[in-house]
């Protein structure tokens, strides 16, 4: 019985993702940064889902849907992140914002729970700064709605490993509409570019970024 309960959950979850098929435009895919950019930069995100450093779930998992009876489901995207942790897909839409401004800019993955001074010593290792991101909530799957309720820890940091600016940026709406236009992925990820769009477009970090 529970294994005919998981896979009606599947079919339901498999017929949400498909009920919308719109391709969300590639400009929306990503924030965008304002500012022209001069210096190379790093992205690095760290997961700190409790999710996932408990290992109920693994890295990858986005949490942003549930099937039957109120069960989480457990789907990958499809494309090229696809069974990459979040945490990269997230780093590759802060990359591409970065990247169209002017600069330079490398994905540094880090470890699930990597501390902050850990990931700036990473930076440092490699010469480089940029923008670091502790991803502390993300989601958890809100049934079939668009409930996004985050937490990210974001610096600033130069190429000796200085914060130039650390900023907390957590909230959860609970407004917004589900899409009639996008399947659960894109409008997830429509979600994200709004949010990290919140980021970037704050004043301290769009200066720390454009001074790095």
């Known amino acids: 019985m529970k294994q005919f309960f998981r896979y009606f ?3 339901l979850c498999i017929a949400y993702l ?5 391709k969300l435009p590639e400009e929306a895919r990503y924030p965008k940064f ?9 992205v690095a995100v760290t997961d700190h889902r409790d999710f996932v450093l408990n290992g109920d779930k693994e890295p990858w998992f986005e949490g942003i ?5 109120g069960i989480p489901a457990s789907l990958k995207r499809n494309g090229p992140t696809e069974g990459r942790p979040f945490a990269y897909y997230l780093s590759t839409m802060i990359q ?12 540094v993955e880090l470890p699930k729970g990597e501390s902050l001074e850990a990931s700036i010593q990473t930076l440092t290792d490699k010469g480089s700064s940029g923008i670091i991101v502790i991803m502390k909530k993300s989601r ?9 309720q985050y937490d990210f820890e974001v610096a600033i940091v130069d190429i000796e490993g200085r914060i130039k600016v650390r900023k907390t940026f957590a909230k959860w709406d609970k407004e917004i509409p589900l899409s009639s236009t996008y399947n659960v992925f894109d409008m997830f990820t429509e ?7 919140v980021i970037l477009d704050d004043p301290e970090i769009k200066a720390a970024l454009t001074n790095a």
């Open 140 to 148: 958890y799957a809100f049934w079939l709605s668009a409930d996004y």
């Open 9 to 11: 959950s599947l079919i």
């Open 65 to 69: 849907m549930h099937g039957a009876f």
């Open 34 to 42: 304002s500012s022209p950019l001069t210096t190379d930069l790093s």
């Open 96 to 107: 591409t914002s970065l990247s169209k401004a002017g600069s330079n800019v490398t994905i």
């Open 18 to 22: 498909g009920a919308c098929a719109q």
């Open 191 to 197: 979600i994200y570019t709004k949010r990290l769009q």
